[in-house]
């Protein structure tokens, strides 16, 4: 059996025998509405033999109006020994959030991180994670994104050196047990009830959770009730600030400043008339090629394209123009892709082509930032920010630059450069009140 709040799908027969103090028992489907994702679900679900199930979280094992979810209720807790093994030291700014989320948890509120790029938001956590676990309470730290889970999980371990840390997303083997720590991705959630008393939700504003319906609703259901929610982004959308706004029990902590105290890169735009196809386009493409092997002699480059096939393509033709250099490509369906990121960070590859799949969660010194096509679509206003911010996070002294390839300025360039300024703009009057 697994341990408390992790949810277990049994027939109503077998939950009937579990005593209801020690369980939480729900219907599977309550009144044509399926108890896990929250979807209503149409009269045509109907298996043959005429049983409702839900197919909106079937991914996650099919669900029936015969069955029950149930979970364990949590034990109570008492005080234990914990300790934060990270040997740093927050900076000014740093430490005035980690005591802001502080206050947070002495008033009951909840709390939005609204961070720049490269601030240190992990860092800032690790007080407040620290006050749950010495309470022998259970944390989770979530992110939609695989590659953003894959960076912090390191990073806790290191910093909770003592704790059992466990890692949860969909390509992991190993059987969940019980753990005062995880780190998942916002899909695992769905499989937790009344679970954690702290669930921190790293780039809140990320594919596929922002606008999900259903990782909302997993992210509700998995917190115990008078647990604490701590929201962190770079680029938080309007509709959450508008509605975090209206609610008394949430907190906008902003900190638009790096820990080095650098300001943010401002994308220089480089107008190129077929960087969308430049492949075809001899003259448009040697100017591409120059302006990689210019900017190669001094970094490694990450190369932002707007399409797996094209993301691809452009990988082999630089290959073939440029052989004496070492790159890659990577996509969301290669399944290399961890090995091949890791690599990066090891420094491997000169050339590093990506869709927009590592927009977040990668953090590389030394490297300098170039969009193809940045007037695409697939561009928003928060993706090019997110992008840019890969630049310039590490070191002494500026490390790295970023380019935009396009041949329109599209609203969301303009917004991208216009915010990564205005931050800029409050970072310089954040230093200037400190003298």
Known sequence: MYEDGYVQVLSMEQSA????????????????????????????????????????CIQFGRLTQNEALCSKKARPTSPRKAICTWTGKLTKNQQTVANQLRKCLEQHHHALV?????????????????????SGKRVAISSPRIDVC???????????????VYLMYGDAKEIYREHTLIVCTTHQLIHFYQAFDLLIIDEIDAFPYEGDEI???????????????????????????????TLDHYEIIKLPIRFHQRPLIVPKLVYNEHCDNLTQHPLAARRYLQLISQLVKKWHVLIFCPS????????????????????????????????????????EYELFFTTTILERGVTIDEVAVLVIAAHHKVYSKSALVQIAGRADRKGQKVNGDVYFLLNEYTPAIKQACKEISEMNRLARELIENEV
């Open 114 to 134: 609204w961070a720049v790029t490269g601030a240190g938001k992990t860092e800032m956590l690790f007080e407040l994670i620290l006050t749950f676990l010495k």
């Open 17 to 56: 025998q579990l005593d209801e103090n020690e369980w939480w028992i729900r219907p599977a489907i309550l009144e044509n509405r399926c108890q896990r994702c929250n979807q209503r679900i149409d009269s045509r679900y109907i298996l043959p033999n005429n049983t409702l199930y839900c197919p909106y």
């Open 150 to 164: 894959l960076e912090l999980y390191p990073r806790i371990c290191q910093a909770f050196s003592d704790e059992d």
């Open 215 to 245: 990782l909302h609703f997993a992210s509700v259901q998995c917190l115990k009730e008078g647990g604490m929610n701590v929201l962190l982004t770079a680029t938080p959308p309007n509709h959450l600030l508008r509605r975090l706004t």
């Open 308 to 347: 797996i096939a094209y993301t691809s393509e452009l990988c082999q033709f630089t290959k073939k123009h440029l052989p004496q250099i070492a790159m890659t490509d990577v996509s969301a369906v290669d399944p290399n892709r961890q090995i091949k990121v890791q690599k990066l960070r090891q420094h």
